[in-house]
DNA sequence: GTTATAATTCCATTAATGTCGAAATATTTT
DNA sequence: AAAATATTTCGACATTAATGGAATTATAAC
Protein backbone atom coordinates (compact mmCIF):
# COMPACT_ATOMS: atom_id res chain seq x y z
CA UNK A 1 0.00 0.00 0.00
CA UNK A 2 1.56 3.50 -0.98
CA UNK A 3 2.35 6.25 1.89
CA UNK A 4 -0.91 8.42 0.04
CA UNK A 5 -3.36 5.49 0.11
CA UNK A 6 -2.75 5.05 4.13
CA UNK A 7 -2.74 8.67 4.93
CA UNK A 8 -6.49 8.46 3.56
CA UNK A 9 -7.59 5.93 5.87
CA UNK A 10 -5.93 6.42 8.39
CA UNK A 11 -7.33 9.79 8.14
CA UNK A 12 -11.06 8.19 7.75
CA UNK A 13 -9.70 6.65 11.42
CA UNK A 14 -8.73 9.65 12.95
CA UNK A 15 -12.56 10.89 13.55
CA UNK A 16 -13.95 9.95 17.33
CA UNK A 17 -17.42 9.24 15.20
CA UNK A 18 -15.71 7.22 12.82
CA UNK A 19 -13.20 5.71 15.38
CA UNK A 20 -16.48 4.39 16.81
CA UNK A 21 -18.27 3.09 13.68
CA UNK A 22 -14.99 1.19 12.90
CA UNK A 23 -14.94 -0.29 17.03
CA UNK A 24 -19.31 -1.37 16.35
CA UNK A 25 -18.26 -3.29 13.26
CA UNK A 26 -15.21 -5.07 14.51
CA UNK A 27 -17.36 -6.45 17.30
CA UNK A 28 -20.12 -7.16 15.04
CA UNK A 29 -17.63 -9.33 12.79
CA UNK A 30 -17.41 -10.30 9.15
CA UNK A 31 -21.73 -10.33 9.15
CA UNK A 32 -21.78 -6.36 10.01
CA UNK A 33 -24.55 -4.48 11.36
CA UNK A 34 -27.41 -2.87 9.60
CA UNK A 35 -26.99 1.51 9.30
CA UNK A 36 -29.89 1.66 11.39
CA UNK A 37 -28.54 -0.19 14.54
CA UNK A 38 -25.25 1.77 13.92
CA UNK A 39 -27.47 4.44 14.54
CA UNK A 40 -28.65 3.65 17.19
CA UNK A 41 -25.46 2.95 19.32
CA UNK A 42 -24.10 6.08 18.34
CA UNK A 43 -27.28 8.28 19.26
CA UNK A 44 -26.40 10.72 15.99
CA UNK A 45 -28.62 12.01 13.12
CA UNK A 46 -29.06 9.38 9.74
CA UNK A 47 -27.72 12.08 7.18
CA UNK A 48 -24.20 12.31 9.44
CA UNK A 49 -24.00 8.91 9.53
CA UNK A 50 -24.29 8.51 6.31
CA UNK A 51 -22.07 10.72 5.44
CA UNK A 52 -18.97 9.32 7.75
CA UNK A 53 -20.10 5.78 6.16
CA UNK A 54 -19.71 7.14 2.57
CA UNK A 55 -16.08 8.82 3.29
CA UNK A 56 -15.42 5.00 4.31
CA UNK A 57 -16.64 3.31 1.64
CA UNK A 58 -15.01 5.63 -0.33
CA UNK A 59 -11.94 4.21 0.97
CA UNK A 60 -12.67 0.78 1.18
CA UNK A 61 -12.69 0.67 4.98
CA UNK A 62 -16.07 -0.74 4.91
CA UNK A 63 -18.85 -2.17 2.43
CA UNK A 64 -22.24 -2.22 2.16
CA UNK A 65 -24.61 -4.84 1.13
CA UNK A 66 -28.29 -4.52 0.89
CA UNK A 67 -30.84 -6.83 2.31
CA UNK A 68 -34.39 -6.12 2.06
CA UNK A 69 -34.84 -2.09 2.87
CA UNK A 70 -31.62 -2.94 5.29
CA UNK A 71 -28.61 -2.25 4.30
CA UNK A 72 -25.48 -3.95 5.98
CA UNK A 73 -22.09 -2.78 6.78
CA UNK A 74 -19.15 -4.78 7.06
CA UNK A 75 -15.21 -4.03 7.70
CA UNK A 76 -12.88 -4.50 5.05
CA UNK A 77 -10.82 -6.88 7.55
CA UNK A 78 -8.25 -7.09 4.84
CA UNK A 79 -7.93 -3.67 3.96
CA UNK A 80 -7.69 -2.94 7.97
CA UNK A 81 -4.90 -5.42 7.62
CA UNK A 82 -2.78 -4.57 5.11
CA UNK A 83 -3.45 -1.05 6.53
CA UNK A 84 -1.92 -2.15 10.04
CA UNK A 85 0.84 -4.01 8.08
CA UNK A 86 2.13 -1.05 6.50
CA UNK A 87 2.27 0.85 9.19
CA UNK A 88 3.94 -2.03 10.86
CA UNK A 89 6.34 -2.39 8.02
CA UNK A 90 7.11 1.63 8.62
CA UNK A 91 8.09 0.72 11.92
CA UNK A 92 11.28 -1.18 11.33
CA UNK A 93 14.82 -0.02 11.26
CA UNK A 94 16.65 0.04 8.61
CA UNK A 95 18.75 -2.48 9.74
CA UNK A 96 15.89 -5.22 10.11
CA UNK A 97 14.83 -4.83 13.52
CA UNK A 98 11.26 -3.86 14.50
CA UNK A 99 11.41 -1.06 16.94
CA UNK A 100 7.79 -1.65 18.09
CA UNK A 101 7.89 -4.56 20.74
CA UNK A 102 5.57 -6.98 19.04
CA UNK A 103 4.62 -9.10 22.15
CA UNK A 104 3.34 -6.40 23.99
CA UNK A 105 0.70 -5.60 20.69
CA UNK A 106 -0.26 -9.57 21.30
CA UNK A 107 -0.57 -8.67 24.86
CA UNK A 108 -2.45 -6.06 24.14
CA UNK A 109 -5.04 -8.30 21.73
CA UNK A 110 -4.54 -11.09 24.03
CA UNK A 111 -6.28 -9.52 26.70
CA UNK A 112 -9.44 -8.73 24.81
CA UNK B 1 -6.12 4.94 25.44
CA UNK B 2 -9.38 6.57 24.71
CA UNK B 3 -10.93 6.72 21.71
CA UNK B 4 -10.95 10.45 21.31
CA UNK B 5 -7.24 10.46 21.82
CA UNK B 6 -6.17 7.42 19.37
CA UNK B 7 -8.44 9.12 16.55
CA UNK B 8 -6.37 12.60 17.21
CA UNK B 9 -3.51 10.53 16.93
CA UNK B 10 -4.83 8.66 14.40
CA UNK B 11 -5.94 12.14 12.24
CA UNK B 12 -2.30 13.20 12.62
CA UNK B 13 -1.02 10.10 10.59
CA UNK B 14 -3.96 10.37 8.17
CA UNK B 15 -1.79 13.17 6.19
CA UNK B 16 0.13 12.21 3.67
CA UNK B 17 2.92 15.16 4.41
CA UNK B 18 2.81 13.92 8.30
CA UNK B 19 3.01 10.41 7.21
CA UNK B 20 6.21 10.98 5.19
CA UNK B 21 7.48 12.78 8.59
CA UNK B 22 6.65 9.77 10.85
CA UNK B 23 8.26 7.50 8.22
CA UNK B 24 11.45 9.07 8.07
CA UNK B 25 11.68 9.56 12.15
CA UNK B 26 11.15 5.89 12.57
CA UNK B 27 13.71 4.96 10.36
CA UNK B 28 15.84 7.64 11.86
CA UNK B 29 15.81 5.40 15.12
CA UNK B 30 15.52 7.09 18.62
CA UNK B 31 18.33 9.34 17.97
CA UNK B 32 15.81 11.20 15.66
CA UNK B 33 16.63 13.91 12.98
CA UNK B 34 16.78 17.42 12.62
CA UNK B 35 13.88 20.00 11.54
CA UNK B 36 16.67 21.00 9.21
CA UNK B 37 17.67 17.32 8.04
CA UNK B 38 13.82 16.45 7.30
CA UNK B 39 12.66 19.23 5.35
CA UNK B 40 15.82 18.51 3.18
CA UNK B 41 14.18 15.13 2.46
CA UNK B 42 10.61 16.47 1.87
CA UNK B 43 11.49 19.81 -0.05
CA UNK B 44 8.74 21.40 1.34
CA UNK B 45 8.97 25.28 3.20
CA UNK B 46 10.18 25.75 6.41
CA UNK B 47 6.89 27.05 7.95
CA UNK B 48 4.53 24.16 6.59
CA UNK B 49 7.10 21.46 8.11
CA UNK B 50 6.74 23.71 10.85
CA UNK B 51 2.63 23.74 11.05
CA UNK B 52 3.02 19.71 10.73
CA UNK B 53 5.90 18.60 13.59
CA UNK B 54 3.58 21.15 15.96
CA UNK B 55 0.56 19.64 14.96
CA UNK B 56 2.14 15.94 15.96
CA UNK B 57 3.94 17.11 19.22
CA UNK B 58 0.30 18.17 20.34
CA UNK B 59 -0.61 14.82 20.16
CA UNK B 60 2.44 13.42 21.34
CA UNK B 61 3.87 11.79 18.50
CA UNK B 62 6.74 13.20 18.67
CA UNK B 63 9.57 15.39 20.86
CA UNK B 64 11.66 17.94 20.02
CA UNK B 65 15.23 18.65 21.77
CA UNK B 66 17.41 21.26 21.07
CA UNK B 67 21.39 21.33 20.71
CA UNK B 68 22.65 24.13 19.72
CA UNK B 69 20.53 26.05 17.10
CA UNK B 70 19.98 22.77 15.97
CA UNK B 71 16.13 20.95 16.89
CA UNK B 72 16.35 16.93 16.73
CA UNK B 73 12.58 15.58 16.18
CA UNK B 74 12.24 12.13 17.84
CA UNK B 75 9.33 9.72 17.32
CA UNK B 76 7.61 8.54 20.71
CA UNK B 77 7.27 5.25 20.54
CA UNK B 78 6.13 4.32 23.32
CA UNK B 79 2.79 6.31 22.36
CA UNK B 80 3.32 4.86 18.60
CA UNK B 81 3.19 1.46 20.25
CA UNK B 82 0.37 2.35 22.62
CA UNK B 83 -1.55 3.42 19.47
CA UNK B 84 -0.91 0.29 17.59
CA UNK B 85 -1.56 -1.45 20.61
CA UNK B 86 -4.72 -0.12 20.67
CA UNK B 87 -6.12 -0.44 17.34
CA UNK B 88 -5.50 -3.65 17.35
CA UNK B 89 -6.96 -4.06 21.15
CA UNK B 90 -10.12 -2.98 19.10
CA UNK B 91 -9.50 -5.45 16.46
CA UNK B 92 -10.19 -8.73 18.73
CA UNK B 93 -13.97 -9.89 18.82
CA UNK B 94 -15.81 -9.84 21.93
CA UNK B 95 -15.08 -13.86 22.49
CA UNK B 96 -11.78 -13.26 22.88
CA UNK B 97 -9.92 -14.61 19.08
CA UNK B 98 -8.19 -11.89 17.58
CA UNK B 99 -10.50 -10.84 13.50
CA UNK B 100 -7.09 -9.90 12.16
CA UNK B 101 -4.58 -12.47 11.19
CA UNK B 102 -1.64 -11.57 13.62
CA UNK B 103 0.93 -13.96 11.76
CA UNK B 104 0.28 -11.99 9.08
CA UNK B 105 1.23 -9.05 10.71
CA UNK B 106 4.93 -10.09 11.74
CA UNK B 107 5.30 -11.57 8.39
CA UNK B 108 4.96 -7.75 7.38
CA UNK B 109 7.78 -6.58 9.24
CA UNK B 110 9.85 -9.44 9.48
CA UNK B 111 10.77 -8.78 6.03
CA UNK B 112 11.95 -5.17 6.21
C1' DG C 1 -51.44 2.29 -5.14
C1' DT C 2 -50.93 4.19 -0.54
C1' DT C 3 -48.51 3.94 3.71
C1' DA C 4 -44.50 2.70 6.41
C1' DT C 5 -39.63 1.82 6.96
C1' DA C 6 -34.60 2.28 5.89
C1' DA C 7 -31.29 4.99 4.31
C1' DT C 8 -29.36 8.47 1.19
C1' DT C 9 -28.72 12.84 -1.17
C1' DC C 10 -29.16 17.78 -1.15
C1' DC C 11 -28.27 22.12 0.80
C1' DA C 12 -26.64 25.57 3.75
C1' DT C 13 -23.82 26.87 7.53
C1' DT C 14 -19.92 26.75 10.47
C1' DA C 15 -15.47 25.28 11.74
C1' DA C 16 -10.99 23.30 10.93
C1' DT C 17 -7.01 22.46 8.08
C1' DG C 18 -3.25 23.24 4.70
C1' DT C 19 -0.12 26.29 2.55
C1' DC C 20 3.53 29.53 2.38
C1' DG C 21 5.83 34.20 2.38
C1' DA C 22 7.44 37.54 5.59
C1' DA C 23 8.80 38.73 10.11
C1' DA C 24 10.50 37.19 14.47
C1' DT C 25 13.29 34.33 17.83
C1' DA C 26 17.25 31.61 19.37
C1' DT C 27 21.88 30.35 19.01
C1' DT C 28 26.49 30.39 17.28
C1' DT C 29 30.34 32.42 14.79
C1' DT C 30 33.26 36.15 13.44
C1' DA D 1 27.68 43.58 18.21
C1' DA D 2 26.91 42.24 13.54
C1' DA D 3 26.22 38.51 10.40
C1' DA D 4 24.92 33.76 9.62
C1' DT D 5 22.19 29.69 10.57
C1' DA D 6 18.19 27.01 12.24
C1' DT D 7 13.64 27.14 13.13
C1' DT D 8 9.24 29.14 14.57
C1' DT D 9 5.35 32.32 14.69
C1' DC D 10 2.20 35.37 12.31
C1' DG D 11 -1.10 36.47 9.02
C1' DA D 12 -3.76 35.77 5.02
C1' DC D 13 -6.05 32.97 1.87
C1' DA D 14 -8.00 28.78 -0.21
C1' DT D 15 -9.76 24.24 0.48
C1' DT D 16 -11.88 20.65 2.81
C1' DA D 17 -14.61 18.67 6.42
C1' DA D 18 -18.53 18.28 9.78
C1' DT D 19 -23.19 18.83 10.98
C1' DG D 20 -28.13 18.19 10.58
C1' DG D 21 -32.87 19.37 8.70
C1' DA D 22 -35.66 18.68 4.61
C1' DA D 23 -36.51 16.33 0.45
C1' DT D 24 -35.70 12.04 -2.11
C1' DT D 25 -35.02 7.12 -3.37
C1' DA D 26 -35.66 2.19 -2.57
C1' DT D 27 -38.05 -1.59 -0.83
C1' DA D 28 -41.74 -3.95 1.48
C1' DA D 29 -46.40 -4.41 3.51
C1' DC D 30 -51.16 -3.56 3.54
Chains 1, 2 share one sequence.
Do not use: W
Not at 31 to 37: N, T
Not at 43 to 65: W, Y
Not at 102 to 112: G, Q, V
Amino acid sequence: MELELAAARLAELGHSTRLAIFRILVKAGRQGLSVGDIQQQLDIPGSTLSHHLARMIKVDLLQQQREGRTLYCQLQFEVVESLLGYLYAECCTADGQPLLAMHNIELASAKC
